[in-house]
């Protein structure tokens, strides 16, 4: 009796082609020439919108680094002899302010995530009744504009005999930055399965326990996200630094309004002072920029 063997077919992918789609892993970017009308239009409307992007950033660093020449006769020239004159002006008279800033950034930052984080831990895994409701009222704290509560805080600050501090700068964005952040992480936490947390109670683990042991170590990308919008918000603020500080406390944006002069700018000056001011947001985007789109997008998908 004959036996038939059965030969492999070779319609099947290889291990090759399986390793080169196997999930997780990206093709290498490349760059390929238009080859419609319709891509050189993009193409070209992209590159119009980079250069006149980066225009703005060009004039002013060209104008800073003018020096005591003073800014060119044409905004586009780039200065002849180069100096860091401005950059020296402009440190003397903002290094006071920028540490400022920075003392009132980050505690603000950090505290304001880590009570976002809370509620938004609360409100997406342990909803009671009326925390939709709550939630909502939050929510309505980012549509107040400080115009209308500027009053109002600046007599709060005064009772705790805060106003005119870094401190009681602090507090008010803190306050102001808890909607942001608790809106951020509800969605975040959203995306994470219940399975971990009913896991961790089988375990024996309280919700503290919980947060503190599962949750928060899972909370990188969405401190990541909470924290450029809140740093960036609170480094940038001008109308609480200005009306609620005295002028030891005054951050680096007032500052930096200041010199402005009654009756002559050093534009030079004023162009360096805003690169050392814009340098710390714009180097916090170049460094946590890579994880900002993965921890924005996370649980938008279920």
């Known amino acids: 009796m004959a036996v038939e063997t059965l030969q492999p077919t070779t319609h099947g992918p290889t291990n090759s082609s399986r390793r080169r789609l196997a999930p997780g892993r990206r093709k290498p970017r490349s760059?390929?020439?238009?080859?419609?009308?319709?891509?050189?239009?993009?193409?070209?409307?992209?590159?119009?919108?980079?250069?006149?992007?980066?225009?703005?950033?060009?004039?002013?660093?060209?104008?800073?680094?003018?020096?005591?020449?003073?800014?060119?006769?044409?905004?586009?020239?780039?200065?002849?002899?180069?100096?860091?004159?401005?950059?020296?002006?402009?440190?003397?008279?903002?290094?006071?302010?920028?540490?400022?800033?920075?003392?009132?950034?980050?505690?603000?930052?950090?505290?304001?995530?880590?009570?976002?984080?809370?509620?938004?831990?609360?409100?997406?895994?342990?909803?009671?009744?009326?925390?939709?409701?709550?939630?909502?009222?939050?929510?309505?704290?980012?549509?107040?504009p400080f115009q209308a509560v500027i009053i109002p805080v600046f007599q709060f600050l005064n009772m705790l005999h805060l106003q005119g501090s870094i401190a009681g700068l602090i507090v008010v964005h803190i306050i102001y930055g808890i909607p942001i952040t608790t809106l951020i992480f509800r969605n975040y936490y959203e995306g994470i399965p219940?399975?971990?947390?009913?896991?961790?109670?089988?375990?024996?683990?309280?919700?503290?326990?919980?947060?503190?042991?599962?949750?928060?170590?899972?909370?990188?990308?969405?401190?990541?996200?909470?924290?450029?919008?809140?740093?960036?918000?609170?480094?940038?603020?001008?109308?609480?630094?200005?009306?609620?500080?005295?002028?030891a406390a005054w951050p680096a944006t007032v500052t930096l309004n200041n010199l402005i002069g009654t009756t002559t700018v050093n534009y030079s000056e004023l162009m360096a002072g805003a690169v050392l001011v814009a340098a710390p947001t714009v180097l916090l985007y170049l460094v946590l920029g890579r994880f900002f789109v993965s921890g924005l997008t996370a649980g938008a998908v279920k």
């Not at 950033?57 to 006769?73: D, E, H, R």
């Not at 450029?228 to 609620?244: A, E, K, Y």
Request: positive net charge; aromatic residues 14%; glycine residues 10%.
């Open 31 to 144: 760059w390929k020439i238009p080859k419609t009308p319709g891509g050189w239009i993009v193409l070209a409307v992209c590159a119009v919108a980079t250069l006149g992007m980066f225009m703005p950033v060009y004039v002013i660093i060209s104008t800073a680094l003018s020096g005591s020449s003073g800014a060119p006769n044409f905004f586009l020239a780039f200065p002849d002899a180069p100096s860091l004159d401005a950059f020296k002006g402009a440190w003397t008279k903002l290094h006071g302010s920028l540490i400022n800033s920075l003392q009132i950034t980050v505690p603000a930052a950090l505290i304001s995530c880590l009570l976002g984080s809370i509620n938004g831990y609360i409100l997406s895994k342990f909803p009671f009744k009326g925390s939709n409701a709550l939630f909502t009222v939050l929510l309505v704290g980012m549509f107040i």
């Open 194 to 247: 219940s399975a971990i947390i009913e896991a961790a109670a089988i375990d024996g683990a309280g919700i503290w326990k919980t947060y503190f042991r599962v949750m928060l170590p899972l909370s990188v990308p969405g401190f990541v996200v909470a924290g450029i919008f809140q740093c960036t918000n609170i480094w940038n603020d001008f109308l609480f630094g200005f009306i609620l500080a005295s002028p």
